[in-house]
């Protein structure tokens, strides 16, 4: 789904009365508008990856009765661990070109579209832990980039991020999705806060894959997720 001022979604006319909660609104919207198209739709399970789960959280707290549960994947959990993520970042083995798109990208948010396309093929990359298996360029071709919510989102409202301070409201059985050589939301620190924390949380951890599970070990991941969603379709029948 594309949300406020993601996508081809319009931008809100003023961006700082955005919040996570806006988009939790919109996750809601689109909930609440497939129902009445198809039915069916009185309660979904969300899917999150990385910010995507930071939205989903948000949604399970702001709507429990219309959450029936969750998927996070390589999602962070607080801003308390951003120091240590991009400690991790820049100790890796870099190229020229993905290393300057790092320091590109922490030096000062992209300051349009134009800007955000260009650099993105260069980073995404740094998201996997087998980078040469894929081709990034095409992956980034299938991609809408849009400044304004990046900036918004993580150099503005991720700052005061923390989802461990209310883990323990959310009632839906969650399964938390990580890679092992993930450095944005590293399974010691994210993984484990989300099962510590999530009364109904289970977790898998990819031990091939970085931030991008999906593509790294597609097989896996939807035979983990797929048996996961199988076991929660199971308990709604009983």
Known sequence: MDLLGCGSAPDPDDW??????????????????????????????????????????EAA??????????????????????????????????????RAALNAVLSAPPTSDAEFAALMPALLPL?????DAHDFAAYAAGIRFRA????RSFYE??????????????AAPTLVLSGRHDWVAAPADAHADFLAGLPLAEGH???????????????????????????QASGAAD
């Open 205 to 231: 951890v990819f031990e091939h894959s970085g931030h991008l599970p999906f593509l790294e070990e597609p097989e896996a991941f939807v035979r983990v997720a797929g048996e996961w969603l199988e076991r």
């Open 127 to 131: 998201y996997a832990h087998a980078p």
């Open 16 to 57: 700082s009365t955005v919040a996570h909660g806006t988009w939790a609104a919109g996750v809601e919207d689109v909930r609440q508008r497939l129902d009445e198209a198809r039915g069916g739709h009185e309660r979904v399970i969300l899917f999150g990856h990385s910010y995507g789960g930071i939205i989903a959280l």
């Open 157 to 170: 409202l991720l700052g005061d991020y923390d989802a461990r301070q209310r883990l323990a409201e959310i």
């Open 148 to 151: 304004a919510p990046c900036r």
């Open 61 to 98: 707290l702001a709507y429990p009765e219309r959450v029936a549960g969750l998927i996070l994947c390589a999602t962070p959990s607080a801003a308390a661990h951003i120091p240590a993520a991009v400690e991790r970042a820049q100790a890796r083995d870099l190229s020229a070109d993905v």
